[in-house]
């Protein structure tokens, strides 16, 4: 089992940044893909972005793509989201996640895919 602690959400006005972090512990994390994804009251968890075990893979939402970029330090079992140019519809509870299964080439987009989730952190974005 991983466990999965982020921070670095906060309140920031449209067109601000953020950097979320999402620091590992527990089973080998370089083995698994990270996800992100996020979340409003009422909704669905919606996929953010995802990357490989390596960090040589990476995939986007289309909603996030070119102003989001996720990376990874696994000599400090840590996985980032980069959030730029961020929107009032950016707002929600973000999570990271670790994949189920090891070495995957391509990291999943889908929540069920991921078995160790974090507590997840706020951001929210004013106009």
């Known amino acids: 089992q991983v466990q999965l602690v982020e921070s670095g959400g906060g309140s920031v006005q449209a067109g601000g940044s953020l950097r979320l972090s999402c620091a590992a512990s527990?089973?080998?994390?370089?083995?698994?893909?990270v996800g992100w994804f996020r979340q409003i009251p009422g909704k669905e968890r919606e996929f953010v972005a995802a990357?490989?075990?390596?960090?040589?893979?990476?995939t986007y939402a289309d909603a996030v793509k070119g102003r989001f970029t996720v990376s990874r330090d696994n000599d400090d079992n840590t996985a980032y989201l980069q959030m730029n140019s961020l929107k009032p519809e950016d707002t929600a509870v973000y999570y990271c996640?670790?994949?189920?299964?090891?070495?995957?080439?391509?990291?999943?987009?889908?929540?069920?895919?991921?078995?160790?989730w974090g507590q997840g952190t706020q951001v929210t974005v004013s106009s």
């Open positions: 990357i490989n075990w390596s960090g040589g893979s990476t």
């Open positions: 527990g089973r080998g994390f370089l083995m698994y893909s």
């Open positions: 996640a670790a994949d189920s299964v090891a070495w995957r080439i391509d990291a999943p987009t889908t929540p069920e895919a991921y078995d160790d």
